[in-house]
């Protein structure tokens, strides 16, 4: 069964830290992804990797930054947390060479005070 | 980055009433997919369409590809409980085999009593 599990469910930060969203997935994947959701506004994407120590920026990166030490793991970073960083985020993986399926985590509900 | 506008943005349905929901896009995709979320998980991935026109069903569900590949569509019928949740279009377009996917506003079911 395949799997990709984020560190946390929820999360609380203040203002001003900084925050590591980790994502992990057991299936080898080649690319790994990862989206802000926000009611109204759908799936962004933020960062993307097609392989290891590789990264893309995607639609929205501004704040954020990626980290792809090893193939099963693709982090996010928010340097120093603002209150508009306040969102679900969600990281999925897909095989490369035009799979469709992109498999996602349940998701990551960050809340910055 | 663009996006896609979903309609309708939520529906209060009750069991065993047919659903329709639909994608626009500013430019043209070569690949259309629906992902539904259920609530507190990640999407899930319900259909792919590949080609302009194309219809495509996955049990009660049933998807086309528009003609102008601006846009897509969602039929469920005979809803059922288990079908509350949010449901996104995504695209793709060329070069095949580009990962990236640009997804909808999501449209939020739920199922009235």
């Known amino acids: 069964d395949v799997k990709v599990t984020q560190s946390s469910r929820y999360l609380v930060k203040r203002t001003g830290e900084k925050v590591f969203l980790e994502c992990v997935q057991d299936m080898d994947h080649e690319n790994m992804f990862w989206y802000r959701q926000d009611p109204g506004l759908g799936l962004r994407l933020i960062y993307f990797s097609y392989d290891v120590k590789m990264k893309e920026k995607g639609d929205i990166p501004e704040g954020y930054s990626v980290s792809r030490e090893k193939k099963e793991r693709f982090s996010l970073i928010l340097e120093s947390a603002s209150t508009n960083q306040t969102s679900m985020y969600l990281c999925?993986?897909?095989?490369?060479?035009?799979?469709?399926?992109?498999?996602f985590g349940p998701g990551t509900r960050l809340t910055v005070l | 980055g663009q996006q896609l506008n979903q309609s309708p943005q939520s529906m209060f349905i009750q069991e065993g009433e047919d659903v329709s929901m639909n994608c626009t896009s500013s430019s043209i995709f070569n690949t259309w997919l629906w992902y539904k979320q259920d609530p507190g998980e990640g999407p899930v991935l319900l259909i792919a369409?590949?080609?302009?026109?194309e219809l495509t069903s996955n049990g009660r569900l049933t998807a086309q590809f528009g003609i102008t590949r601006k846009d897509s569509f969602l039929n469920i019928s005979a809803s059922i409980p288990s079908d509350v949740g949010i449901y996104f279009c995504a695209g793709r377009t060329y070069p095949f085999g580009n990962e990236k996917l640009t997804f909808g506003t999501g449209t939020r079911l739920t199922i009235i009593p």
């Open positions: 369409l590949y080609k302009a026109g």
């Open positions: 999925a993986s897909s095989q490369p060479r035009g799979t469709d399926t992109q498999y």
